[in-house]
């Protein structure tokens, strides 16, 4: 059975420090891979996505992704945070050719300006 | 482009009540998706449609809750009756024809409580 597990639930970070948050997930076939982000008070949004090619992706506000198809891991890293990237995290995983995208249970980022 | 609205925003009912929720996806939007997120949990997948047909409803629990897309674009989720569990946020999404490559775009969500 599909799965995802994202191990830190809340992570707290100063304005300027790096962040990585972490995905794992577990499929037996081609997976495409997403990170959504919910900030507070909207609707969950499109981060970046990767379906094939290059495993590192670039998505928007300068967060970026990297597939390990070996480690089963798709971790969501930004070199410099900000205080507006406080949000919640979600990574997703969807069979290539299936209907279903499996969210982890999220994590939650605060940024402390 | 407008996003996928999502009615109505909070809704407070008793156990044994029963309750609607409403989506209207994002135009063209042939695939509509409606997910069950408990707190502290990621969203979960009850129902998908492609134009008014159902494609995955597996994780729908057809005792109590239902939805339908009747003319393929806006939809309703119904909960008869509700229990406590069924506390959460109701997510609905939409994608274009093209949905196996294509992200979703979500509702802002029904939050609803279950007292």
């Known amino acids: 059975a599909q799965s995802v597990s994202q191990h830190n639930h809340h992570v707290i970070l100063s304005e300027a420090a790096s962040l990585e948050l972490g995905c794992n997930y577990s499929?037996?076939?081609?997976?495409?891979l997403f990170w959504y982000v919910q900030y507070p008070g909207q609707h969950l949004q499109l981060l970046l996505k990767?379906?094939?090619?290059?495993?590192l992706v670039k998505g928007i506000k300068g967060f970026e992704a990297e597939f390990i198809k070996s480690k089963f891991s798709f971790n969501l890293r930004k070199p410099s945070v900000q205080w507006s990237d406080t949000a919640e995290y979600f990574c997703?995983?969807?069979?290539?050719?299936?209907?279903?995208?499996?969210f982890g249970t999220g994590t939650r980022l605060t940024v402390i300006p | 482009e407008a996003g996928v609205a999502q009615s109505p925003r909070y809704k407070i009912i008793e156990k044994r009540q029963s309750v609607a929720f409403w989506c209207n996806p994002i135009?063209?939007?042939?695939?509509l998706y409606w997910y069950q997120q408990i707190l502290g949990q990621g969203p979960k997948l009850l129902i998908q449609?492609?134009?008014?047909?159902?494609?995955?409803d597996s994780q729908l629990p057809k005792d109590r809750f239902s939805a339908e897309r009747l003319k393929g674009v806006d939809s309703t989720l119904k909960i008869q009756p509700a229990k406590l569990e069924d506390s959460a946020v109701y997510l609905c999404?939409?994608?274009?024809?093209?949905?196996?490559?294509?992200?979703?775009?979500f509702g802002n969500g029904t939050r609803l409580t279950v007292t």
């Open positions: 999404a939409s994608s274009p024809p093209s949905s196996y490559n294509s992200p979703l775009h």
């Open positions: 499929y037996g076939g081609t997976v495409n």
């Open positions: 990767y379906f094939s090619g290059d495993p």
């Open positions: 997703a995983v969807k069979g290539a050719g299936a209907n279903n995208l499996f």
């Open positions: 135009s063209g939007h042939a695939t």
């Open positions: 449609f492609q134009n008014n047909g159902v494609v995955d």
